[in-house]
């Protein structure tokens, strides 16, 4: 399913509620369009019954995933932007006890959770393996219905329209390939950063474009750092310990901060040895999985399960390589987004169409990209990083033990940051010229890995680490 878009940075980077962004984020936005279908209608305060129908890896990791609780919440009018995390397990309780739903948050309607949301395990929709049909049924006995896909990232499609695209506009530069970027790049002079944020003008202003991203930011580092802070462990029923907080504590060495910018100054005086930086680039990747994990407030990027990934390259860029400034902040996330869209529009970021390398690899090709650029490196050499990046990562399988985003995806982010790292300097030491691999030749290897990949290795904890690790998770 290969898609020609019109992708800005606030596409592959969404602001949401963890543990997936296909299964969790996009299931709720398909929620909420369903409930503006119905508004648009004139028919919410006419529902009197709710049904939704969930296919594919939706259904078969759907409870893991927290895909119910994402509908639920999505159907009452919460927004995965602005709701509070810690009032989750209450609405949802509330939801659950009472049999009742405020449809759009005000049209109060019977709803069984275990009648009418049903997992369909045997069924599959041919688009595409998250789906989720809703059924509204009125007084006058009539319905309206709608089927969603999340595509991955937070994309959502709707059965009867082409894309998950915005109003397009005429952009200055588009870009569909690599060798489109590259060409521009060589055209004008500029920098990716700076190609991208042309095209961003063609939607919003610059001081727009600027204050998203850096809210962006901002989301990824209160993130990282509430995870850094918070011990326990993750629900779901697989005991998993949490372990950046105890790593970030043994890390800091009683070194003293109350905020991030202290926090940031306490890891430069750890040093700057090779095992120290190893230990905090895996520390800030813990963090941000185990917060997603939760139920946490997250940034795909480009989605919920490799959410950790872009912001422990981006700190270890700030920490270790004095990046602390929004140019160079602004800078990365750019550079990122585009390679990012690249992939998306050539391959999949869906790991229920293409295995954990359309998650973890493209988010480790993404991260070393920019990490490229910000470091000084020519516009071939960053194409070089994430080209590299992602060769290491091809055929990687998506078997997520009992249906969690826990193990082993947690771990993987933590890998796929240190691959980034180290793909950036081999391509900074690197001559791109005598490069034998493009990263477009990557982009398209990955995709045809992904379409012949085993459908038990795409998210549906059918195979892989999911059967042979034996578990016994409490009944839901």
């Not at 296909?22 to 529902?47: D, M, N």
């Not at 100054?265 to 090779?274: E, K, S």
């Not at 990934?309 to 902040?329: H, M, N, R, T, W």
């Amino acid at each position: 399913m290969q898609q020609r878009e019109q992708i800005s940075v606030f596409d592959m980077f969404k602001i949401g509620i963890g543990p997936s962004s296909s299964h969790t984020l996009g299931p709720w936005r398909a929620a909420q369009q369903f409930v503006e279908l119905i508004a648009e209608r004139g028919a919410l305060q006419k529902v009197v019954q709710l049904k939704v129908l969930l296919y594919g890896s939706l259904a078969k990791t759907g409870k893991g995933h927290g895909t119910d609780i994402a509908i639920l919440l999505g159907l009452s009018g919460d927004d995965p932007v602005t709701f509070e995390v810690d009032k989750i397990d209450s609405k949802i309780a509330d939801i659950t006890n009472s049999h009742q739903l405020a449809l759009g948050g005000t049209h109060e309607i019977n709803f069984s959770a275990a009648d009418d949301l049903l997992f369909l395990f045997a069924e599959s929709l041919p688009f595409h393996p998250n789906g989720v049909t809703f059924q509204a049924f009125l007084q006058d006995e009539t319905a309206i219905s709608g089927t969603y896909y999340s595509i991955g990232g937070g994309f959502v499609v709707k059965e009867d329209e082409q894309s998950a695209t915005k109003t397009e506009v005429d952009l200055p530069f588009p870009i569909d390939t690599a060798g489109d970027l590259l060409h521009w790049c060589r055209k004008t002079g500029l920098k990716i950063s700076e190609v991208v944020m042309e095209n961003e003008s063609a939607w919003r202003t610059e001081q727009d474009t600027r204050k998203g991203v850096l809210d962006i930011f901002r989301v990824m580092q209160e993130c990282m750092y509430r995870g850094c802070h918070t011990a326990g462990y993750l629900p779901g029923g697989l005991n998993v310990a949490r372990r950046a907080s105890k790593l970030n504590k043994r890390l800091v060495k009683g070194i003293p901060y109350e905020d991030y910018k202290g926090w940031v100054d306490a890891m430069r005086q750890t040093g700057q040895g090779f095992q120290n930086i190893l230990d905090w680039v895996s520390c800030f990747a813990l963090a941000v999985n185990e917060e997603n994990a939760s139920f946490g407030r997250v940034v795909t990027a480009p989605t919920n399960g490799a959410a950790g990934v872009i912001p422990a390259v981006l700190q270890y860029f700030i920490s270790f390589c004095d990046g602390f400034s929004e140019e160079k902040i602004i800078q990365f996330l750019f550079v990122a987004s585009e390679i990012g869209s690249i992939f998306k529009k050539g391959a999949t970021i869906s790991a229920a169409m293409g295995g954990c390398q359309a998650e973890i690899g493209v988010s480790s090709a993404m991260a070393a990209a920019a990490l490229t650029e910000c470091l000084g490196g020519s516009q071939r050499q960053v194409l070089m990083a994430a080209e590299i990046a992602m060769e290491h990562h091809l055929g990687m399988t998506c078997d997520p033990i009992g249906g969690l985003v826990q193990v082993p995806c947690i771990e993987r982010n933590t890998m796929g940051a240190i691959k980034a790292i180290t793909a950036s300097q081999l391509a900074l030491q690197s001559n791109p010229d005598k490069a034998k691999v493009s990263l477009d030749a990557v982009v398209k290897t990955m995709w045809q890995t992904a379409q012949d990949m085993n459908s038990k290795y795409k998210e549906t904890a059918d195979g892989g680490l999911a059967i042979n690790i034996p578990i016994s998770l409490p009944e839901c």
